[in-house]
């Protein structure tokens, strides 16, 4: 066996030497704690704009669920009074739960609830802003029922183009009749 003498001692090498003490302390400097909180930062954003979307489409994916559900009724309502319901008897045309050019009711398509559909809808956005509402026009022959002011008009142009107002182009989307087309 190889040994190793200090004064007077005698240590094999293969045994720990008396040497002096070190603390090994591990940690993170500031560098590394500050990637990694600009990284779970950045993650936390990407997915709050992910979210969003997704709200957004979810909103315009109702909108047209609700017109197509007042459309349906209107029709049921046609066949049985042989007119639509009109909404020129008020201060405009263009009737709404919130409206700025008729109207402001929450039986805005008079005659329809709870006959032909439970309740009338609400935009989903659901506050008071007569900008951004459905809307409605008849005159008894034809209609125009649009959702005014909708969000992300582009997508719903990019999916579903027969549905986007001629008029308006995006600023609003949903269904009318023939008569009704450039109102």
């Given at each position: 066996?190889?040994?190793?003498?200090?004064?007077?001692?005698?240590?094999?090498?293969?045994?720990?030497?008396?040497?002096?003490?070190?603390?090994?302390?591990?940690?993170?400097t500031?560098i590394?704690?500050?990637?990694?909180?600009?990284i779970?930062g950045?993650l936390?954003?990407?997915?709050?704009?992910?979210?969003?979307?997704?709200?957004?489409?979810?909103?315009?994916?109702?909108?047209?669920?609700?017109?197509?559900?007042?459309?349906t009724?209107?029709?049921?309502?046609?066949?049985?009074?042989?007119?639509?319901?009109?909404?020129?008897?008020?201060?405009?045309?263009?009737?709404?739960?919130?409206?700025?050019?008729?109207?402001?009711?929450?039986?805005?398509?008079?005659?329809?609830?709870?006959?032909?559909?439970?309740?009338?809808?609400?935009?989903?956005?659901?506050?008071?802003?007569?900008?951004?509402?459905?809307?409605?026009?008849?005159?008894?022959?034809?209609?125009?029922?649009?959702?005014?002011?909708?969000?992300?008009?582009?997508?719903?142009?990019?999916?579903?183009?027969?549905?986007?107002?001629?008029?308006?182009?995006?600023?609003?989307?949903?269904?009318?009749?023939?008569?009704?087309?450039?109102?």
């Amino acid at each position: 066996m190889i040994t190793y003498k200090e004064k007077n001692r005698s240590y094999p090498l293969d045994s720990t030497f008396p040497t002096q003490k070190t603390t090994s302390l591990k940690a993170f400097t500031l560098i590394e704690l500050l990637v990694v909180i600009a990284i779970i930062g950045l993650l936390a954003t990407m997915a709050a704009v992910s979210l969003q979307e997704a709200r957004v489409k979810a909103r315009n994916t109702k909108r047209i669920a609700d017109l197509k559900q007042l459309q349906t009724a209107l029709e049921l309502y046609y066949n049985t009074h042989e007119s639509y319901p009109s909404s020129r008897g008020g201060s405009g045309n263009w009737d709404g739960l919130y409206s700025c050019w008729g109207d402001s009711t929450s039986n805005w398509i008079p005659g329809l609830a709870p006959t032909f559909i439970g309740s009338l809808p609400r935009d989903p956005r659901n506050h008071t802003a007569c900008n951004q509402q459905y809307i409605y026009n008849s005159d008894g022959t034809n209609y125009k029922l649009i959702s005014h002011g909708p969000e992300k008009c582009a997508d719903v142009k990019a999916k579903y183009p027969s549905l986007i107002d001629p008029r308006r182009d995006c600023w609003a989307f949903g269904f009318w009749t023939p008569g009704a087309r450039r109102w």
